[in-house]
């Protein structure tokens, strides 16, 4: 009789190891665009976020910015506009004005939800040593810093910009 309990117990447990509440697929309804899920959530490709991986993370950057900046030595930085780079689905272009300049000053940086890196780069009028930027939780303020080299100055920036509307 022992026996017998002990397997009616075994086999109860079995069976409620088994249900279907148990083993439902966590992933089974969920679409995630550009990702994969993972225990019911979306796990998003690199260069697109949200709860269903269907927004573009670059996106947000692109447009123009006025700004405010400080650089040693002194420079007269007027503006930037952030452009999508064709290269990737998370790189940007960052092109900076300035009354200094009789071009433009272009960056290549790679996005990461809310921030994004500038990669270095030497041509033959400038060369960026590094830079980076976190755009705000409102999505309008940006702010940068980036360390360059032009005419044989080494410029120094903290540049905080607002996106125009």
């Known amino acids: 009789m022992k026996t017998f309990y002990l397997f009616l117990t075994f086999q109860i447990l079995l069976f409620a190891s088994c249900t279907p509440e148990n083993n439902i697929d966590k992933c089974l309804e969920i679409n995630c665009n550009f990702g994969n899920c993972e225990e019911g959530k979306c796990i998003c490709d690199s260069g697109y976020e949200g ?96 360390k360059f080299n032009y005419d044989s100055l080494n410029y120094n920036c903290h540049i905080t910009g607002i996106k125009e509307q």
Do not use: W
């Open 51 to 146: 709860i269903n991986c269907d927004t573009i993370s670059r996106d947000k950057f692109i447009g123009y910015y006025t700004i405010f900046s400080q650089c040693q030595p002194e420079l007269d930085l007027l503006s930037f506009s952030i452009k999508e780079n064709n290269e990737s689905i998370d790189k940007i272009l960052v092109n900076f004005s300035s009354i200094h300049y009789a071009f433009p000053l272009i960056a290549d940086a790679t996005v990461n939800l809310n921030k994004f890196t500038i990669s270095p780069l030497k041509t033959n009028e400038y060369e960026i040593f590094e830079g980076s930027g976190t755009l705000n939780s409102n999505g309008i303020a940006l702010s940068m810093n980036i």
